[in-house]
């Protein structure tokens, strides 16, 4: 709403918003970001969605799996934004 009342144009801001976006980041994600495969030459925020909605997911079910077998999580997924950016991205 805000850019539409500068009267910018948004449909080519995906590139700067994904740049801020992924570099805050782990560094682990944004390895996995980087080798990521998206559909054309330039990512998307559809591309970026994607990938951050399936790696939440990886997550979750790597968290659930630690749970059921009752193994205590590793350190370093402790830490890290990662598990509030999935908790953003919630499937409904």
């Not at 009267?7 to 944004?30: C, F, G, M, N």
């Amino acid at each position: 709403k805000s850019s539409k009342s500068l009267k910018q144009p948004t449909e080519h801001w995906d590139i700067p918003i994904i740049y801020i976006a992924s570099s805050k980041l782990d560094p682990v994600t944004r390895r996995d970001w980087e080798a990521y495969k998206i559909q054309g030459d330039i990512p998307t925020m559809t591309d970026f969605n994607t990938f951050l909605k399936d790696k939440c997911e990886l997550l979750e079910k790597l968290e659930y799996n630690l749970k059921e077998y009752n193994i205590k999580e590793p350190r370093l997924s402790r830490k890290g934004n990662l598990r509030q950016v999935c908790a953003s991205f919630k499937l409904e």
